[in-house]
């Protein structure tokens, strides 16, 4: 946990403890009746903090989820299960759960608008049956009768705050772990995520499940709140309108969760003992809309950015100038001696691709490609625009399915295997365009790509290893040449057995593109991973690769040592573009 998360969990805990010995001691029922409202819309909140803020998925149904475990509470309440009210809560929420499942299985194959839709014709389907039948007790006019030592308003505020409190330790514990750091992956690139052997099924399915859950208890301590809930507390409506707050405020961080319960709970009570315009709300509502435009994030996850963003330039101003990557443009780049390009192990094929082939349509992208790249060796991928890199890496790494030809990984065979598979038996990659969460440190990032909590030690050693900042240093302020090294270390920080690099110099000088090829060179025997690198940049290719393939128009039209290849007329006739299009 950072400082700041580390202040802001701190200040939400302060303002908790002060709020239950304030509220039952000095407020009047009424204004404790709405602090109790306030701190369960709070707790449904954290539910979309998890779905909308962590996961980035467009729900609209976690009322739908909140009026399961009411339902349930009141349905135990009424046949005098035993166990107790907080017993009857946590069933609640877990009820919640295989819907929560259910509900995320589109998720899977669709997202955005449609997944919206989809949720909220749940919310929709739910509010009919609710309409349609009433929730257990309402009939028998049997009250759920809250436990002691809880059973005063005074007494149910505090326990809605520890409830409160706990889900977002929980949550606070969760973030740290690679589920809660791979949503935020998710949120920013599913593609990504696969890559660094996350499961998106998995991880997103165990969101809508834990939201769920949340909902669920949130539901059942509205029923502990009311005694009996009518459908109305559930509308459709209210997923709706609590989901448009998710995206202002951000209920991931945990004073986002307060602020949201607050605004949906007294913000129109506050403003008529004002006196003020009920429109007033809708203004604040605008004004948070604004905010969220013109950052592309929550108000919260703006302020939070701007706070560690403002620690991090300090951090950076007070270390050796030298060491700072924003002043390599004006003092000389340390370019690392030049070393023999690892040649590899004879006879030992870390990944081999025979007769790859990929097509389009009609369009033939890959035609019967052959590829080795030997354990221990850097070898490079090279061509024009348009030639087949880029297909290549994706067909290898699992994106594109349905290749012709066949994969191994170490002598056996990944064929049909899916990318996050293809990355945990040890085949990772980077992209032409990195899409880092920017909430993220290094360290951070670096964890997600290794699969484990990297030793502090290990996680810079790789960073000084690839000339990136201090790990504490957070993605939102390091350029882009310096993310796609951080995209490199993370894909060696998870020592594959072949990490295959797309374009990794794109951004950088001349200087620095020399000094990235002659520190590939020695990731093979610094860390025991073998390199495809794709390059445009002929001066990093003879720096960091003993071996060479071209592609051309998807065919295989040199492939050897490097400066054979490179020397060849065919070669260098199809980079000054005179080369003619092979028949297929």
């Known amino acids: 946990m950072n400082f700041i998360d580390r202040r802001a969990t701190l200040t939400v805990l302060g303002v908790a403890v002060a709020a239950c010995v304030v509220v039952p001691n000095v407020l009047s029922p009424y204004w404790i009746y709405l602090a109790i409202s306030a701190v369960v819309s709070a707790v449904i909140m954290q539910s979309y903090g998890v779905i909308v803020g962590r996961v980035g998925v467009m729900s609209l149904c976690q009322m739908s989820f909140a009026a399961i475990g009411a339902w349930v509470v009141l349905r135990l309440n009424l046949s005098d299960a035993p166990g107790g009210f907080l017993l009857w809560l946590l069933l609640g929420g877990l009820a919640a759960v295989p819907v929560g499942v259910a509900i995320g299985l589109p998720a899977l194959r669709i997202r955005g608008v449609n997944l919206a839709v989809v949720t909220f014709g749940f919310a929709v389907s739910t509010d009919i049956v609710l309409n349609a039948n009433q929730f257990p007790g309402t009939t028998e006019l049997k009250t759920l009768v809250r436990p002691e030592p ?10 809605a705050v520890v409830v409160f409190l706990l889900i977002a330790a929980g949550l606070a514990l969760l973030n740290r772990t690679r589920l809660g750091m791979s949503w935020l992956e998710l949120r920013h690139s599913e593609r990504a995520a696969a890559s660094h052997g996350i499961s998106v099924a998995r991880s997103k399915l165990a969101a809508f499940a834990i939201s769920a859950f949340i909902a669920g208890v949130g539901g059942g301590l509205m ?28 209920p991931h961080n945990p004073e986002g969760a307060v602020m949201g319960g607050v605004f949906g709970a007294v913000m129109a009570t506050i403003l008529e003992k004002l006196k003020l315009p009920q429109d007033l709300g809708g203004m604040l509502f605008g004004v948070f809309a604004i905010f969220a435009l013109r950052s592309g994030v929550s108000q919260t996850d703006f302020t939070r950015a701007r706070k560690r963003e403002r620690q991090a330039r300090k951090f950076l101003e007070s270390a050796d100038a030298g060491d700072r990557r924003e002043d390599a443009a004006s003092a000389p780049v340390e370019v690392p001696a030049a070393v023999p390009p690892p040649v590899g192990r004879a006879g030992t094929a870390a990944l081999a691709a025979r007769g790859l082939g990929v097509r389009y349509g009609e369009v033939v992208a890959l035609d019967a490609v052959d590829l080795t790249v030997p354990e221990g060796a850097v070898v490079g991928l ?19 399915p349905g290749y012709e030809g066949a994969i191994e990984l170490d002598g056996r065979s990944i064929d049909g295997l899916s990318p996050s598979a293809r990355a945990q038996r040890g085949l990772r990659r980077t992209f032409q365009t990195t899409v880092i969460a920017p909430e993220l440190t290094q360290y951070e990032y670096l964890a997600i790509g290794a699969g484990r909590r990297l030793p502090k030690k290990e996680a810079d050693e790789l960073l000084e290893f690839f000339g990136c900042p201090p790990g504490d240093v957070p993605v939102s302020i390091v350029d882009v040449g310096t993310r796609r090294l951080l995209d490199v270390a993370a894909a060696v920080a998870a020592r594959p057995k072949v990490a295959l690099l797309d374009e990794p110099a794109a951004g950088q000088s001349a200087a620095e593109s020399l000094r990235l090829g002659r520190t590939l060179a020695q990731v093979p025997e610094r860390f025991g991973v073998s390199v495809l690198l794709v390059e445009h940049d002929m001066e990093l290719v003879r720096a960091a690769c003993a071996q060479v393939t071209v592609l051309d128009f998807g065919h295989v039209i040199a492939s050897g040592p490097t400066e054979e290849v490179l020397e060849d007329p065919a070669v260098m006739a199809a980079y000054l573009g005179t080369a003619e299009v092979p028949l297929s």
């Open 223 to 250: 029923a502990g709140q009311l005694g009996l809930v009518v459908a109305g507390n559930f509308a459709m409506m209210q997923s709706l309108a609590l989901f448009a707050v998710a995206i202002l405020i951000g």
């Open 382 to 400: 090279i061509g024009p625009n348009g030639a087949g890199k880029s297909t290549f890496i994706a067909a290898v790494t699992g994106f594109v």
């Open 150 to 159: 809880f059973d005063g308003d005074g007494g149910y505020f505090i326990l």
